[in-house]
Nanobody, 124 residues
Framework: QVQLVESGGGLVQVGGSLRLSCAAS????????MGWFRQAPGKEREFVGT???????YYADSVKGRFTISRDNAKNTVVLQMNSLKPEDTAVYYC??????????????????WGQGTQVTVSS
């Protein structure tokens, strides 16, 4: 099993930036597609984006152009760089792992491992 731990959440003002990290341990594999999801209070978990083992990415329309996902396979880490943050970006952010291709994994059920989540709050 792979274990995932997110970090880097916090409080930021509208228009600001925040960088989330996801550290993988256990039975890690650099061939996993890694994804980010978020869940706002009272809402369903929402797809943010994915990254393949080679660095190809796919984003939800709501974050395209503002968020960037990267990974360091040697360090088993994935980073979500969030810029131009909006109040509607407020949510708990989760990283996840899947064996599916990065362009074919955008539902919760596609992923087999999840982190515990980290809170991001954007204040206006």
């Amino acid at each position: 099993q792979v274990q995932l731990v997110e970090s880097g959440g916090g409080l930021v003002q509208v228009g600001g930036s925040l960088r989330l990290s996801c550290a993988a341990s256990g039975r890690t594999s650099s061939t996993y597609t890694m994804g980010w999801f978020r869940q706002a209070p009272g809402k369903e978990r929402e797809f943010v984006g994915t990254i393949s083992w080679s660095g190809s990415t796919y984003y939800a329309d709501s974050v395209k152009g503002r968020f960037t996902i990267s990974r360091d396979n040697a360090k088993n880490t994935v980073v979500l760089q969030m810029n131009s943050l909006k109040p509607e970006d407020t949510a708990v952010y989760y990283c996840a792992a899947t064996t599916r291709p990065y362009f074919a994994a955008n539902y919760e059920g596609d992923f087999h491992a999840w982190g515990q989540g980290t809170q991001v709050t954007v204040s206006s």
